[in-house]
């Protein structure tokens, strides 16, 4: 099956940084999605990016399809994007890469 | 507004008893997932469905089922519950090749 590698698995951050984390995964997929799970457990839909970029607010996503890989930017952190983010592939069925756990220090 | 709700945030449960995990989506979704997530291994999906009544299998379905008698409502059952199956059991649900709306998860505990 798709192998979906996530970088940094860890990262800490001082409020105000940017950051981008990234996502490669071994195979065409249909779709990727960017979640954020927070310190409660839920996890919450970030960005549906099969390709392309995508934009809200303080978060893009770039995803460049041909290449596996897809970019995750943090700009100006706040201590609320603290959590696990995760990218998601679809070939025949979802697979999640093991996150990357983003810390922001006040 | 998608919303996606769960049965239950915490249980509590005995090796060898049966266990119900249902969830409810709300937005008329046709595709619904089931997934467990644990420290060091990710989400993993282990069952998931396209339409009422079908079921196809995720990485691990071994000591699972699942039932899907409403469009609205999937449930995953666990037969008879075992230690190993202490975890979070997250639910999701998408429109065909749309994004996946989470659930709050149901931390499961067996003793």
């Known amino acids: 099956g798709i192998q979906v590698e996530q970088s940094p698995p860890d990262l800490i951050l001082q409020e105000g940084a940017n950051s981008t984390l990234r996502c490669n995964f071994s195979d065409s997929v249909n779709n990727l999605q960017w979640f954020h799970q927070n310190p409660w457990g839920q996890l919450i839909n970030l960005f549906y990016?099969?390709?392309g970029t995508k934009q809200n607010g303080r978060l893009s996503a770039t995803t460049v399809a041909t290449e596996r890989y897809s970019l995750l930017y943090i700009s100006s952190s706040q201590t609320t994007d603290s959590g696990v983010y995760f990218c998601?592939?679809?070939?025949?069925?979802?697979?999640f890469g093991a996150g990357t756990r983003l810390t922001v220090k006040p | 507004d998608v919303k996606v709700t769960q049965s239950s945030r915490y249980l509590v449960k005995r090796t060898g008893e049966k266990v119900f995990l249902e969830c409810v989506q709300d937005?008329?979704?046709?595709?619904m997932f089931w997934y467990r997530q644990d420290p060091g291994l990710g989400l993993r999906l282990i069952y998931f469905?396209?339409?009422?009544?079908?079921?196809e299998k995720g990485d691990i379905p071994e000591g699972y089922s699942v039932s899907r008698e409403k469009k609205e409502r999937f449930s995953l059952i666990l037969e008879s519950a075992s230690t190993n199956q202490t975890s979070m059991y997250l639910c999701a649900s998408s429109l065909w090749e749309a994004e996946q709306y989470f659930g709050p998860g149901t931390r499961l505990t067996v003793t």
């Open positions: 937005m008329d979704h046709e595709n």
């Open positions: 469905s396209y339409d009422v009544k079908m079921k």
């Open positions: 998601a592939v679809e070939d025949n069925d979802m697979r």
């Open positions: 990016i099969p390709s």
